[in-house]
Nanobody, 135 residues
Framework: QLQLMESGGGLVQPGGSLTLSCAAAGVNVDGYGIGWFRQVPGKEREGVSC????????YYANSSKGRFAISRDPTVYTVYLQMSRLKPEDTGIYYC????????????????????????????WGQGVQVTVSS
């Protein structure tokens, strides 16, 4: 019964920056991983970056490495995705997602963000925010 509320997004020029936020509310929140999946028309949702609220472990997709930074504020169960040096291919709808990771197999954050079947892993979705990178 987790609820995710995300904010941020918007229109930014190539090379610019945006920060997304996702706040989680519910029971046993610190047992979840939180991250973002990006969706482009005609394609499946793909993991961008995820972080564990249990131990802080992090995963970045190859396209995000070196440009994005994910962090958590455990006092308010909020996760931030700082996006820099944005490219047009970063454009899409970014959905905050939660998956139960405590007591799961080793590397659950990697599994969460790389799953080919999000419906089998993700237990809650945010409403999605649009990120558009264009001049």
């Amino acid at each position: 019964q987790l609820q995710l509320m995300e904010s941020g997004g918007g229109l930014v020029q190539p090379g610019g920056s945006l920060t997304l936020s996702c706040a989680a509310a519910g029971v046993n929140v610190d047992g979840y991983g939180i991250g973002w999946f990006r969706q482009v028309p005609g394609k499946e949702r793909e993991g961008v970056s995820c972080i564990s609220l249990t131990d802080g472990s992090i995963y970045y997709a190859n396209s995000s490495k070196g440009r994005f930074a994910i962090s958590r504020d455990p006092t308010v169960y909020t996760v931030y995705l700082q996006m820099s040096r944005l490219k047009p291919e970063d454009t899409g709808i970014y959905y905050c997602a939660a998956a139960w990771v405590r007591f799961r197999p080793i590397s659950p954050i990697t599994d969460m963000c790389t799953t080919s079947r999000p419906g089998d892993v993700i237990s809650a979705w945010g409403q999605g925010v649009q990120v558009t990178v264009s001049s």
